[in-house]
């Protein structure tokens, strides 16, 4: 079966299904965020529906374009036609649900959604998401069958549910190993090597990745073998992915022999354990859990737990903690600054930012924000957000390296 | 000096329209009250205070179940933007966020919420939260809360989350104010409220009519005022509305105008003067905010809950079930509409998309569509020049 998917979360449920193939974002959205081009040819079929870009979900917007030009269905790879079977979706932000909605009513597919779930009530005690969230994993269950006429396996469930845990679990490892000094993985490295855990998290195959993965860096680090030789600073980059340009913009601080670092794209893939001022460290494995998966309602359970407990999804959009576990998250890194990223093309990771920087320099953390999209090439000033960054550089007392 | 009162007499407890009717003379219509209460509803809740006593809390979207802290005798009022240039959110909210979020906060930064004691949120958009929050961080109040509604108001499970989220908020609010919320307590605001929607919902037949015999901006302007007022005092004015003769609009097309809330009534006075009637709206400001009642049996809070999740939905709990285009598909039939303005705030993802998905709904029922994007000041002149545009082309159509 062939689905198209707006977020990574509950491949467990899909695989339990049998086999299917995920085109995560549709066919088109990777070589379209390599391809400036292809990004505004994109953003301006979705112009066309009378849906601004520039005001909306960026990823999104250039996501439907693909679908009104009738690519969602064309393999980039042979220009095969691969017609998609449903949509499924599984998204804490309006956009991401809305486009999917939207997308399902041009291309005439069924379209399920799941909500995630979250709270920003300090006080609050008895928040009932979990049991929200399971309820909609089961409806979901009961409409893929429907949709897809194929039973659903508990055991494969079971199984893959063990291994997404893992998989979080030893990328919150992996994490929390690239803080060291001097840093093993820049930010791009440490990115990259996530996409596994993105794209794969219920597989075994990811879980034995990140198991190798962990080992070499821990071995790195003790043997103090850097990302890239030279760290006068260490810049914490917490923002959005500009996918068009993001070689470029991570090569800035490499001019000063600083680095950008971090884990804001990278720890969505993580389980964390979080101590009551927001810092993070990875989660228990599952085996230290003393759980016992032996139906549907636990391997259900423990996914839900996943996502709501674990997963650093929700505290993205929970204003109210998102200044501590910045800083907390900065200090933890032992960054010399922290640069944020006010995305015009994504409202919810770009929430609070303006609150978060002023709160890291209350508390002596050297904060930038600059602006673009994260892609729509048409809304980013390269030029402008180099020199930007460079004279907040310059302004920690950073000067370019002499030139080899 | 205090200010003089602009709602009229000493109202008695509420029941049938005639006992709602006011005990004394009052020389001012019911709708230059509400009129003037919009105008003034900084000085209204003010004046509210002091004459009761009580605590006014402002709070940010429709699914809000004001019931609960009514029913502890506290004033919700829904925050509204005030449509004047400012800068002081700059810092605090990037300008990308919608217009309409931007200006509330703006209104509290500038102290013109000055005399509330609560702030609350029901989780709506990013845009209104990023507001909320920076509210509650920067704006001295007593007490802030946030709810949160699912988007998936008929899955399994969503019913107990959002009860569980209501009674969170009647526990806050009884630490909060030191006091007991009990069933007789909502019961009694939910009759309150039941009033205030069905007397709504009988002004708004009116528009019905051919000529409607309420006129667009008339009927907002009931519908704004009630998110401002004590809702006995509004019910009062409501029946007395219904009692006065009618203030009919003129034989021009039939609009319906829709989309992203809308706190104003500038623009629809604008299209009314150009010669058409706004007979209908989709806005969580106009029908959304009063149609549907709270079951008055049962319990109290499951039927809150019941009623906040099968009201017309906004875009951003309409996931699944796909009920807007039922909805908006009534609205076009039972108010005969001719044409539509989409209102929609800059930055609007919700109804951007909303826009997008019934755009076949409209071109089925060829009904033309004007698409105006709001943003913090209403640029009249150049909405004249598009709403006449408009509606000569809706004319010529017609001789065509």
Redesign the interface.
Known sequence: MMVMRIGEMMSPILAAFGPYVSRIFGPYFGPAMKDPQLLVKFHEAADG????GG???SAMHHQLGQVILGLSTLSPMDNEQSPLDFIFQTAI???Q???A??AG?ILGLP?????I?????P??T????K??????M??AIEWLARTTGRSFEDEVLMTEVVNEWECSVLMAEIITTCRAVPVPLDYLQLRELSYISGMLHNDARAVEFNRMLLDELRDRVARGISAHGVETARILFESEDIFFAMHRLMSIPRKYGALFMGDRGPALRGAWAFDEEGRMRPAPHFHELERRIRSRRDALELLADLYLERSIIPRQ?Q??LKPSLTLHKARDWKSDAVVMF?D?GC??I??????VK?FLREHGMPAFTF?GSSSDPRYYDEGRVREQLETFLESLGLTPLPEA | MAQPSVVCGAWLRCGTIRELLPDEACSMTALDNMEQVIADRHGYARQWKARTGGKVVGYFCTYFPEEVLYAAGVLPVRIFGGHEPQDVTEPYVFSMYCPYARDCLAQGLLGRYDYLDGIAYAHSCAHIQQSFDSWRRHIPVEMSHFLFVPAQLHSKGSAALFRDEVEGLRSKAEKWLGTTIGNGDLARAIQAYNLNRRLSAEVYEQRKAHPPLITGTRATQVVLSSQLMDKEEHNRLLAQLLQEPSQPGSNGPRLLVMGSICDETEVIQLIESLGANVVADDHCTGTRYFQGEVSPDGDPVDSLVERYSNKPPCPVKDFVDDLRREHVGQLLDEFKVEGIVVLRQKFCDPHATDQAMLADLFSQRSIPTLSLELDFTTPLGQYRTRVEAFLEMMALEEVG
């Not at chain 1, 379209?111 to 909500?115: A, E, G, L, W, Y």
């Not at chain 1, 770009?350 to 609150?355: A, K, N, Q, W, Y």
């Open positions: 529906r009378n849906i601004p005001e909306f979900c932000c309006q956009p649900k809305k486009m909605q939207l009513s379209t399920f959604t799941v909500d779930p979250y709270c920003d009530e006080s609050q008895s928040f009932k998401g049991e929200y969230l399971i309820g909609q089961e409806e959009l204003l109210y006010l015009i409202r919810a770009s929430l609070g930012f303006p609150e002023m602006e």
